[in-house]
């Protein structure tokens, strides 16, 4: 009982009426008896705090009761309280009922006359037979100490072990000499008050599991922490758990009881706690020098396909992976009209899936031909910033998701590590050839390669070719190409706008580890945004680190066939 402070006393009237306890920040749970409806109105209520002496009692409003009708036999004695304004006070965590049976000691504190501040009761069930399907049974634990009479109505019933509340006090034997009493156990709250759903975990969940959750909530709340509990929910869940209620989550309470109430996957809550943990407990950032790779990215995945339907359709499906977790959130073939619009809503709802806090990063996975699409030039919503200018955007080519390919490159950024290197240059009159370039990247190493002009430019064509299948890890163009006529010309001798792009290039990342470069790529956007001149204005990153699209259930079900 040690610093429960949500043990309430409810007074009606300016008189001591019974007992309650908080059960979220604003809701308090009594007995309906203890705040009967009366001539049709309803006296003033108040509720107070007796473990935080000097506490201001806080008006209270019944906003919900059960179907009690006045008699003691009666099914629902429940009513639910709305405070006036939330309290800072940890609710009371609440177990199954099950948990109680057994020789194991349980308190009530309520307030018996003459015992404003409060008294406390022992007592233990005397099995798990429920009286009239409605009540577990209560008998005192020793034949002396305090008796439930009237006062204790609406007090929690507290198993002394872990603190956590199993039932509420409804009646007493009535007789001076019949130490028993009856308590509504926690699972039947939700029966007779739909509000009261979720709050009460499954039977058997692991204690130490709802003992460290808890405590982890606590301590989210004690500190600050900010944080979308949907997103957490989301990035736990697994494929067959439900999805959040409509609305979302009030707090990061209500996720909690949530996931220990409505879920059959014990390992959901494990998740969750894990994940709550991380976000309380970030590791240390490395020191200067030592090695590190980068942000652990956490990407939202937009595969852009051919369509059967016609050279106005796209096929799309949009998935996020997280925790090495594929969510697939999308998958349909969309007229080419409306794919902005489309991609929109979906790459706002993959965001869900994503732990929060962590490393966003957009990527487009594109057929070879569609490579030079501005897909970093798309809005994230109607009259938004460009797509690039709020997230590390990427595109892949498509045809490089086999697996084969996704081996090598995947050794590849195994071995480039945090190294950084020079940009190895492919200009509009390179005297290297195709060939060479291939062989040339396999050899080196290299990370980035850097083209003067688009990728489907007569003079470099089959050298972007060789460097996707070398595979290079990274490549980089401007959209807007090299300016020139062809090789040997003065256009593309002296004043190349290709051979000046990628000076640029070479200069602001010769130092910048591959895997760091989609968020320095975001800042070299954002910087150009507002000027066409800037060299960075149209610029195109093709990165491709298979590590990020990790998902330990291969094979995952589309959302539903992508053909319309």
């Excluded at 034997?173 to 007779?192: C, E, Q, S, W």
């Excluded at 050298?463 to 595979?471: E, Q």
């Amino acid at each position: 009982m040690t610093g429960a402070a949500w043990q309430a006393r409810i007074e009606r009237a300016g008189q001591i009426a019974g007992a309650g306890f908080l059960v979220t920040h604003d809701r308090v749970l009594t007995c309906a008896h203890v705040v009967p409806e009366e001539n049709g109105g309803q006296a003033a209520v108040t509720v107070s705090f007796p473990q935080l002496p000097g506490s201001v009692p806080v008006p209270a409003r019944v906003v919900a009761r059960g179907a009690w009708g006045g008699h003691p036999s009666d099914l629902g004695d429940l009513a639910v309280l709305e405070l006036a304004a939330e309290v800072s006070i940890t609710p009371a965590a609440l177990a199954p009922a099950d948990t109680a049976h057994g020789d194991r000691k349980l308190i009530a504190y309520g307030f018996p006359r003459g015992y404003d501040e409060g008294q406390l009761a022992e007592y233990r069930t005397t099995g798990p037979v429920r009286v009239g399907g409605e009540w577990i049974q209560l008998e005192a634990w020793s034949g002396h100490g305090q008796p439930l009479v009237a006062g204790f109505s609406g007090a929690a019933v507290v198993l002394v072990e872990t603190g956590e509340v199993v039932g509420m006090v409804t009646a007493a034997a009535g007789a001076r000499d019949i130490r028993t009493g009856r308590m509504l156990p926690t699972d039947v709250f939700a029966r007779h008050c739909a509000e009261l759903e979720g709050l009460v975990p499954t039977a058997g969940r692991p204690l130490a599991a709802r003992r460290r959750l808890r405590r982890l909530v606590e301590k989210a709340v004690r500190t600050g922490l900010v944080c979308d509990p949907v997103r957490l929910y989301a990035d736990a869940a697994d494929e067959l758990d439900p999805a959040p209620p409509r609305g979302g989550f009030d707090s990061l309470w209500s996720a909690a009881l949530f996931v220990q109430a409505e879920l059959d996957d014990p390992d959901t809550v494990t998740r969750f706690a894990d994940r709550l943990d991380a976000l309380l407990h970030p590791p240390a950032a490395p020191p200067s020098g030592t090695g590190s790779t980068g942000p652990a990215w956490e990407p939202i995945l937009v595969e852009l396909r051919h369509s059967g339907a016609g050279e106005d359709h796209v096929q799309v499906e949009v998935s996020a992976y997280s925790g090495e977790r594929r969510h697939p959130v999308a998958s349909d073939t969309v007229p080419l009209a409306g794919l902005h619009g489309y991609l929109q809503d979906r790459i706002d709802a993959a965001f869900s899936h994503l732990t929060p806090g962590g490393d966003e990063l957009i990527a487009f996975s594109l057929p070879r031909d569609w490579l030079d699409w501005p897909v970093d030039r798309w809005a994230c919503a109607p009259g938004d910033a460009p797509l690039g200018c709020a997230y590390p955007v990427v595109v892949t080519d498509h045809t490089r998701r086999g697996r084969g390919t996704r081996h090598v490159l995947t050794r590849t950024w195994n071995r480039l590590g945090a190294s950084t290197g020079q940009v190895h240059r492919v200009t509009c009159d390179s005297p290297e050839k195709p060939g060479e370039l291939r062989l040339a990247l396999r050899r080196n190493g290299t990370c980035l390669t850097g083209f003067a002009a688009v990728p489907d430019a007569a003079l470099t064509r089959e050298h972007f070719k060789n460097s996707l299948t070398a595979p290079a890890p990274v490549i980089v163009w401007s959209r807007r190409g090299c300016g020139g006529t062809g090789a040997g010309t003065d256009g593309c001798r002296d004043t190349c706008p290709g051979a000046a792009f990628l000076d640029a290039l070479d200069t602001h990342v010769r130092h910048v580890p591959p895997a760091e470069l989609p968020r320095h790529v975001l800042a070299l956007r954002d910087e150009a945004d507002s000027r066409d001149d800037h060299w960075a204005r149209d610029i195109q990153l093709l990165w491709d680190d298979p590590r990020c699209f990790k998902d330990r259930h291969e094979g995952a079900a589309h959302v539903h066939t992508p053909v319309a």
